[in-house]
């Protein structure tokens, strides 16, 4: 397949095939100035075709820039985005309370102070919500976050603008020291914390952060339970020969930990400004690594078949927007950014959703129904008829979990939205997804096009994240930085 890229020294755009061999698929470039370049795009070329199949065309929720110098540089979002924000992120500040060996974006580091005033916040954050249907997910990272001195006051101003879900990506080092701060959070209406979590012993930490962190990390948990923060998500990077023998364990973990953690969500390590050719290619890992990982170190109990790419799930908006005749969130992003499951825990065993639900055939019925709502007036009542009738086929009632035994049809779920099941599936239901977020050497223009991550930045643009981090952040965070004093890094 032919696709465009980045030449990884001098960062112009550049032709680029995506082919397989050895059941790989690998990804292959030629600068005319700095030569060829080749990786591996996706380790698993079965699972690349699987994944392949969910592409879709989305649309993007707002435009605000034009078609100048062509993607990536003309964020945004430009007329060529092809997907609405599911979930913004706005950087708080670039301080940092930690000094990973890998970071290059702290302040101590830059040299400079980035962070945006009250109002730049308010000004970025109306704009996400002005988008059509308006953005529903916040994502405040940094830097470390919670560093910056009136958060609680920005987390509270997010609720009143209206989003739904507000979270924090955090080290955790601030919420060890105090549960108070914790609760503070919670009331002022923070759903999530996105913990940085990179396994279930020291030895990672060490590589990763310079430091052993796991004490940490199991205090933040803690605090966050007795606080009342009863969402965490795991976020381990994921680097070959560092944490690589960790990824069952750490699922384990989040399972015994099910109270207050949601999901491990995974990010497989990219590879920050130039590195040494053997380096790269011994240390790359892809998404379909971590599904084997997982499933090996799990002993099948949550196999490769599990796992779906981000878009399987849009047939669910195609359907709820017809039903309800209001535009919703599509899921579009690119099938290789990602992957995601659900799995349930039942007599200390994993369940995969794909056990005892027929989700292909789920989402084929749901998107026929979305086009017969969509055709006619009595299109909805034939639907709804029909979910009746067929909405319980889809689960194997033998095999599903307990908590699906007060699920008695389709309709309950996407009708009623049968509060009661949907509270107790979240409380039971395990997220395990991993984003592989690209570098100079694996990016392909195809998934940054249909990026569903986008940062709000002071200049009134929204900028995915992969264009963000490979091209615009120094120009943007230099444009709105103050020179860094002493006292700063305090
Ligand atoms: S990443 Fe999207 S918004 Fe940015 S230039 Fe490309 S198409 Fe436009
Ligand atoms: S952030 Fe990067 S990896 Fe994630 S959806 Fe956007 S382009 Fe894909």
Not at 107 to 120: D, F, H, K, S
Not at 237 to 256: E, H, I, P, S
Request: one cysteine or more.
């Amino acid at each position: 397949m032919k696709t465009k890229s980045l030449c990884p020294q001098c960062l112009k755009v550049i032709d680029a095939d995506v082919y397989e061999e050895d059941g790989k698929i690998l990804i292959k470039k030629r600068c005319e100035e700095h030569g060829e370049f080749d990786d591996v795009y996706w380790s698993d070329a079965e699972l690349y075709k699987k994944f392949a199949k969910w592409r879709y065309e989305g649309k993007a929720g707002i435009q605000n820039t034009e078609r100048v110098k062509g993607c990536p540089f003309d964020c945004g979002l430009c007329p060529e985005h092809k997907s609405s924000t599911m979930l913004a992120l706005i950087d708080l500040t670039n301080r940092c309370n930690q000094h990973c060996p890998t970071c290059f974006a702290n302040a101590a580091v830059a040299g400079y102070l980035y962070e945006p005033t009250m109002e730049q916040l308010e000004a970025m954050m109306k704009l996400l919500r002005s988008e059509v249907p308006p953005c529903p997910a916040i994502q405040f990272a940094g830097g470390e976050p919670t560093v910056r001195e009136n958060f609680v006051d920005i987390v509270k101003m997010a609720r009143n603008l209206g989003f739904a879900h507000i979270q924090v990506a955090t080290n955790g080092i601030v919420m060890a020291k105090s549960v108070e701060f914790c609760r503070e959070l919670r009331e002022a209406g923070l759903h999530t914390v996105y913990l940085q979590f990179d396994g279930v012993t020291d030895e990672p930490y060490k590589v990763l952060r310079g430091i052993p962190a796991l004490k940490t990390k199991l205090k933040a948990i803690e605090s966050c339970r007795q606080g009342g923060i009863g969402s965490i998500v795991l976020v381990p990077t994921l680097m070959k020969g560092v944490n690589d023998d960790q990824m069952g364990d750490m699922v384990r973990f989040a399972a015994k930990n099910l109270d207050v953690i949601k999901g491990v969500n995974v990010q497989p390590i990219s590879f920050e400004g130039r590195v040494d050719e053997s380096e790269r290619k011994k240390g790359r890992i892809t998404i379909p690594d971590f599904i084997r990982l997982l499933e090996e170190q799990t002993d099948g109990e949550i196999p490769r078949e599990s796992f779906y790419p981000v878009p399987f799930v849009l047939p669910v908006s195609y359907f709820v927007e017809a039903w309800k005749g209001v535009p919703q969130l599509e899921l579009s992003v690119h099938p290789h950014c990602g992957a995601a499951t659900y799995v349930f825990v039942e007599h200390g065993k994993f369940i995969p959703i794909t056990e005892f639900i027929d989700v292909e055939g789920l989402m084929e019925f749901l998107m026929e129904e979305a086009e017969e709502i969509n055709k006619s007036k009595i299109g909805k009542l034939k639907a709804t008829a029909k979910m009746m009738k067929l909405g319980g086929k889809f689960i194997d009632r033998e095999k599903a979990p307990a908590v699906f035994d007060n699920v008695t049809s389709l309709t309950d779920i996407l009708e009623k939205g049968n509060r009661e099941s949907l509270a107790e599936f979240h409380r039971k239901a395990l997220f395990i997804g991993a984003m592989h977020f690209q570098d100079a050497y694996n990016y392909d223009l195809e998934r940054v096009k249909r990026c569903g991550i986008h940062y709000a930045t002071p200049d009134g643009r929204i900028i995915p994240f992969c264009s963000y981090n490979a091209i615009h952040r120094p120009s943007v965070e230099k444009a709105f930085s103050t020179p860094l004093r002493k006292s700063d890094l305090e």
